[in-house]
């Protein structure tokens, strides 16, 4: 008669071996894919949660430079609490209104800008017949049309879905700010809750955990940064070439950083047709389309790797696939936080234990 277990214990004793030499990464996986379903299944329920974070983290900079200097967390998170909200209400004051009144006058005036266009496409065949092609003039105007009522419609549904859900965005206005309190002045309290929930055994999820929060802290206030200077110095730059709408396109100019690559892509059709309907072939329509291009390539080669030094170690390649992959799954929210997600999969590919560290691993 056979001394060996019945295959039911086998199997259950070898799952069980497997668990005492991977419980960490296990534990880890088995975080990841919390995190992930709850992100798909609540994340547009949580998005006031998700930017009253992404604001607790850029104000954590600065109560944390304040606490150096031998103040109180209670004072330095006042103190900056107050500044954040100053800032908050002047901005909403003074540059919204601003905002909206020219983005109504730039969608009124669409038209006439695209008619012009279309105008000026539809003699390139004649003046040019052996280099420009009639079939590809129609293309180009379909596609163009296409675009202008694609934009119209995001507009208006943009502003129809803020009129309908009205009252939900007064809440928001006035809860976020609050949560953003709550967030900053409780940090220590709200991580000490929260890793409540999980097993004591996660010495590989703290580690990977330890680099994502660094990353991503960085992260965060190395894009507002980014934002600010170039949404400023595209501003001044605009007003000082006369160009209609500089503050609008100052403003698009500077967030179309949140966006790596493809948001620097699309802010510059509007501005292009603005200048061409404004200034018309001349030197001025090449001075602000030059301006513009200098501007992006000063981000791109200068202040990007000057701000994110320490924070993207990442390919270009690695952070395009990010952007599709995430930006499919959660749209803006994929799109703004690609890289600290790629990140994520990065420390985790670099603390996974490799064979040679298993092999080293005294027995238990």
Known sequence: MSDSPPPTIALFEYYKDFYRRHRQEIILVGILLALFLGIVLMGRLMAGVIVAIILA?????????IEKRRVSRWLAVLAVYFV?????LAT????VPVLIAQTGTLLSDLPDYVRSAEEFLEKL???YPDYVDEATVAQLLQNIRSYQNELTNRFFGIMLSILRHGFTFIVYLVLVPLMVFFFIKDKDKILAWMSGFLPQERTLAQKV?????RQIANFIRGKFWEVLIVGTVATIAFLLLGLD???LFGVLTGLSVLIPYIGATVVTFPIALVAWFQFGMGPDFIYVLSAYLIIQMLDGNVLFPLLFSKVVHLHP???LVALIFFGGI???WGLFFAIPLATLINAVISSWPRKNDLATEPAK
């Open 330 to 332: 959660w749209g803006f």
């Open 245 to 247: 709408f500089a503050i």
């Open 57 to 65: 983290y850029l104000l954590e900079g600065p109560v944390s430079y």
């Open 92 to 95: 909403f004051f003074a540059l």
């Open 84 to 88: 954040f909200v100053i800032s908050l």
């Open 125 to 127: 065949p004649e003046e």
């Open 317 to 319: 390649l690695a952070i």
């Open 209 to 213: 955990w330890g680099d994502t929060n």
